[in-house]
C-alpha cells in the first residue's frame, strides 16, 4: 500500500515585495489566489489559468514562474516579487511606456517581472527568448522588446554615473 505524501498543514509563511506574510490556505492554493484575494496584490493578472500566457508572472525566490501554476506551499520560506514590488516607478516601468510598451495593460505586469529575471546584457535575441512565455496581443513584441533593451541601457548608464537602480 503506497501512501501519498500530504502538504504540510497550517499556515504559509513566505515574503511578498520584502513583506513577510503568513497566509492560513490550503497549501494547493494557486499562488495567484493567494496574491490577489488574500494580499490584494491584483497587478498580477490571470490570463489564462493554465501557464500559457505568463499574465500571472512573478518572481519566487529570483526565478519567473507562472503564478497560476504554482500552489502556495512552494512558496513557504521563499521570496516573491510581484508588480507592486516595483513601486510604479522602476526603470522597466518607465521604458515600457517611453518604448509603448503597454497598450492595453494586461500583460504588462507579467511582461515587466518576467523581464527583472533577464541579464542585463541580454541582445534582444536573448531577450525574445526570455519573453517567450508571456503573450500579448497589442503591441506585436517589438516595443516590449526595445522597452527592455531601453531599461538596461539606462541602468548600465545609472551604474558609469555612481546612481545605479535595480536590474532590468
Known amino acids: 500500500m503506497s501512501r501519498r505524501a500530504r502538504p504540510a498543514a497550517g499556515p504559509v509563511a513566505f515574503t ?8 492560513d490556505r490550503h497549501p494547493m492554493t494557486r499562488l495567484l489566489d493567494v496574491l490577489r484575494e488574500d494580499l490584494g496584490l491584483t497587478g498580477t ?16 525566490d529570483g526565478r519567473p514562474v507562472c503564478s497560476c501554476l504554482v500552489p502556495l506551499a512552494h512558496a513557504r520560506g521563499g521570496a516573491v516579487l ?15 511606456v517611453a518604448e509603448g510598451g503597454v497598450q492595453c495593460g494586461a500583460c504588462t505586469p507579467g ?10 546584457t541580454a541582445d534582444r535575441e536573448r531577450v ?8 500579448c496581443r497589442c503591441t506585436g513584441y517589438e ?26
Open 45 to 60: 493578472k490571470e490570463g489564462c489559468g493554465e501557464g500559457e500566457c505568463g499574465a500571472c508572472t512573478v518572481l519566487l
Open 82 to 96: 510581484t508588480i507592486e514590488g516595483l513601486g510604479g516607478d522602476h526603470p522597466l516601468q518607465r521604458a515600457f
Open 111 to 120: 511582461m515587466i517581472v518576467a523581464a527583472l529575471a533577464l541579464p542585463r
Open 128 to 135: 525574445r527568448r526570455g519573453l517567450a512565455g508571456n503573450l
Open 16 to 23: 511578498v515585495n520584502g513583506r513577510p506574510v503568513e497566509v
Open 143 to 168: 516595443a516590449i522588446y526595445r522597452a527592455v533593451r531601453r531599461a538596461a541601457h539606462e541602468a548600465a548608464d545609472g551604474e558609469a554615473g555612481g546612481a545605479a537602480e535595480h536590474s532590468p
